[in-house]
């Protein structure tokens, strides 16, 4: 880390102001504020420069978090990600209980299908088991455990409806941008006149079918000849 002195003036000199904003020679007119920064950069120590990078770190942080509102929600799911765990006990209990609480404040689910009061009830017990029995996995890994074994759902019927529901969120809209893209390239100019039943066999079979050296050939030609009773001649 390099620093210097910086004026605690409002009349910054062009090197300072380089220096400190990383503003380039066409963008010297641009504004520029240092009471953005707290406390006082007179003296250009290195306790200084510490403290203007972690103002400059939390205010990407707070821009970032307004930005994209849901990202503390998404982290609140490692609730079900043993492996995010701390490893001391009351480190773990406050954060997990951090968590449930962003999960229910986001959910706000009715009653009716969470209950979110027999949640908290249920997320000390649930902690403890899941450190004991998935210790070091992810989510994912865990839910494979836990979602087959009957007595989870006895004993935490509230938190593993909750866990359900944080499977089926989908991380990001990846899979729907893949699929227009997919869409786009089908359903062109000239193929415009596809129907609806059309347009979704070709889509499915475009992402999801085998290789075609693993496709029976003769199983489709007998489905498409069977189809329609016009098509009576036989093509072998």
Not at 137 to 156: E, P, Y
Not at 196 to 207: K, N, P, R, V
């Amino acid at each position: 880390m390099k620093f210097i002195p910086i004026p605690n003036s409002k009349e910054v000199t062009k090197r300072s102001r380089r220096l400190v904003s990383g503003l380039d020679s066409e963008n010297e007119d641009s504004d520029f504020n240092l009471n953005m920064f707290h406390g006082n950069v007179e003296n250009g120590s290195l306790d200084e420069c510490i403290t203007i990078g972690k103002d400059f770190v939390q205010h990407v942080i707070d821009a970032l978090n307004n930005r994209f509102p849901d990202v503390t929600f998404f982290n609140a799911i490692k609730l079900f990600n043993p492996s995010s765990y701390p490893i001391e006990e009351n480190k773990r209990e406050k954060k997990t209980k951090e968590w449930m609480h962003k999960l229910i404040g986001k959910f706000n689910i009715d009653r009716q299908i969470v209950d979110m009061k027999r949640c908290f009830n249920e997320r000390e017990d649930f902690v403890g088991m899941l450190v004991r029995i998935a210790k070091g996995r992810g989510m994912h890994d865990a839910w494979d455990i836990c979602c087959k074994a009957q007595s989870w759902w006895q004993l935490f019927p509230g938190i593993m409806q909750l866990w359900q529901l944080c499977m089926t969120i989908p991380i990001s809209t990846t899979a729907c941008e893949r699929g227009f893209s997919r869409q786009n390239i089908i359903k062109n100019d000239i193929r415009n006149g596809l129907s609806l039943e059309t347009l979704d066999a070709l889509m499915f079979i475009s992402l999801n079918a085998q290789e075609t050296s693993n496709i029976c050939w003769r199983d489709i030609f007998n489905l498409w000849f069977e189809e329609k009773e016009r098509r009576i001649v036989s093509l072998k």
